[in-house]
Structure formats: C-alpha cells, structure tokens
C-alpha cells in the first residue's frame, strides 16, 4: 500500500527503487552498472529513466577530447 503526501506524490518501493537509480546516476556510476542494479532489460532503458542525471556528461566529454587534441599537438 501506498502512501502518498498532501501533494498526491506516493511514497512506495517504485519511489524508493527510482531513487536509488537516480542517486547512482548522479553519482556517476557507470550506466552498465546502474543497469545491472536496476534489472533493466536494456542500456536503453536505464539511459532514458537516469540518463540526463550523470553530472557533467557533456562537458567532461569535451574537455577530455579538448585535452586529449592539445597534447597530442604539443607533442609534435
């Protein structure tokens, strides 16, 4: 059974399982590992729920190549 607050949110073992995902997520837990906690069927599956809670996705992604292109410059 449910319980739900005064702004009809229900506080259930969905609520609490979703939580956990998203708290991995922005952990920055590697998604194949969320997937494998969560029991999802597909990576595509655990992208769409959780994906846009990984911190910094897109940035860090950038400054890697960012770095990884300067470095290799410099070395010539």
């Not at 949110?9 to 609520?15: K, N, P, T």
């Not at 969560?38 to 770095?67: K, N, Q």
Request: charged fraction near 20%.
């Amino acid at each position: 059974m449910a319980v739900a607050n005064p702004e009809g949110e229900q506080f259930d073992f969905h609520a609490l399982r979703h939580t956990c995902g998203a708290w991995l997520a922005q952990a920055g837990e590697n998604p194949k590992t969320i997937k494998t906690i969560m029991r999802h069927s597909s990576i595509t599956l655990t992208m769409d729920t959780y994906g846009h809670l990984f911190p910094a996705a897109e940035s860090d992604a950038i400054a890697r190549l960012s770095d990884r292109h300067f470095n290799a410059v410099d070395m010539q």
